[in-house]
């Protein structure tokens, strides 16, 4: 089927289907003062590199779980979505036949040109800009075997993919990446949001946020040259806590639960890692919310309160709240 671009100049495609069991949520705007500060507790485990320099890393939010992390002139980006379409899940009114489309003037402004994209995993907040990112820009992508069969689908060269489970440590010329098999965050009713994986070719090209399955998911620790920092990327509020052991990450972006169901979360998960020296809340926004304008919070996911756990838990631990308008230092503090 052709594509049409709507009045926005957005890319958008046809044929709907449906998506099951969506929780239904509204959105409501972030009172001033409600974010916890950046600078909560002394920070016992020291991040190895904490300025701004020639060679040093910068990490910049794209929202959701999204990361552009850079470092040498290099690019590294984690589950980009940038586009940021309305599909009702924040206003109580949730499409799961919602097109698929790509602000692709949007994307330019934010990505750079990446040689390395990692997906968590497959649902359109992790996956729908990825196809136009890979074209566009011949990055490598990394992700499930689900991820692979969407992207192929939807036109991204098959040797430009590389399929991982978990338990992976890929060397890209100095830029180093753990696969950590992971957990998606469960609902209320203790259950997965969409599931389902692909272990071929999907019947038809996706064209809908419906179209696109869990997929299993994944976690990543990047480190960036031989002296770090080392980045834990988390795409959603669950972990595999054997997986996860022992990994000791300088930053952990650590996905904000919406729900109770995973028992002891917070506390199990700094345990696995260490207590890193500082843990970043990501994927608790309206991420239909576009990226020009002030983060504003889901209002299912208790962002004081996560942060709150954090540091009552591991008191060394400082806790940043990032924005999508700064750009962050190896220690997450912000870079002029």
């Given at each position: 089927m052709s594509d049409d671009t709507d009045a926005r100049g957005v890319k958008r495609f046809g044929r709907r289907t449906m998506l099951r069991g969506a929780a239904l949520s509204a959105a409501t705007p972030l009172l001033p003062g409600t974010l916890p500060t950046?600078?909560?507790?002394?920070?016992?485990?020291?991040?190895?590199?904490?300025?701004?320099?020639?060679g040093a890393a910068t990490?910049?939010?794209?929202?959701?779980?999204?990361?552009?992390?850079?470092?040498?002139?290099?690019?590294?980006?984690?589950?980009?979505?940038?586009?940021?379409?309305?599909?009702g899940l924040f206003t109580g009114a949730f499409d799961p036949a919602t097109r698929l489309c790509t602000d692709e003037a949007a994307v330019r402004k934010r990505v750079g040109r990446p040689e390395l994209v990692l997906v968590s995993h497959s649902h359109w907040d992790h996956l729908a800009d990825v196809p136009y990112i890979a074209a566009s820009t011949g990055a490598r992508v990394v992700g499930?075997?689900?991820?692979?069969?969407?992207?192929?689908?939807?036109?991204?060269?098959?040797?430009?993919?590389?399929?991982?489970?978990?338990?992976?440590?890929?060397?890209?010329?100095?830029?180093?990446?753990?696969?950590?098999?992971?957990?998606?965050?469960?609902?209320?009713?203790?259950?997965?949001?969409?599931?389902?994986?692909?272990?071929?070719?999907?019947?038809?090209?996706?064209?809908?946020?419906?179209?696109?399955?869990?997929?299993?998911?994944?976690?990543?620790?990047?480190?960036?040259?031989?002296?770090?920092p080392s980045a834990f990327l988390m795409g959603a509020s669950d972990f595999g806590e054997r997986a996860a052991r022992g990994l000791r990450p300088d930053l952990a972006m650590v996905a904000v639960p919406t729900s109770t169901s995973t028992h002891r979360y917070v506390p199990r998960l700094l345990a696995a890692l260490g207590?890193?020296?500082?843990?970043?809340?990501?994927?608790?926004?309206?991420?239909e919310r576009p990226l020009d304008l002030p983060p504003r919070t889901d209002p299912s996911a208790d962002l004081d309160a996560f942060a709150a756990l954090v540091r009552r838990e591991s008191p060394a631990t400082r806790v940043v709240v990032p924005d999508y308008r700064t750009l962050y230092g190896a220690d997450m503090r912000p870079v002029s």
């Open positions: 950046a600078a909560a507790a002394p920070v016992a485990a020291a991040v190895r590199r904490g300025d701004a320099g020639a990490f910049r939010w794209l929202g959701t779980a999204g990361w552009r992390i850079d470092v040498a002139g290099r690019t590294v980006l984690f589950d980009p979505y940038v586009t940021r379409f309305p599909t499930t075997e689900t991820t692979y069969h969407l992207l192929v689908a939807l036109g991204v060269d098959p040797a430009r993919i590389s399929v991982v489970k978990g338990g992976e440590v890929l060397d890209f010329d100095g830029i180093v990446v753990e696969v950590v098999a992971s957990l998606h965050s469960r609902n209320k009713q203790h259950s997965y949001f969409a599931p389902g994986r692909l272990a071929g070719p999907p019947p038809a090209r996706p064209e809908t946020i419906g179209d696109l399955p869990e997929g299993d998911t994944l976690a990543y620790q990047v480190t960036v040259g031989d002296d770090g207590d890193p020296g500082v843990v970043v809340p990501v994927h608790w926004d309206d991420f």
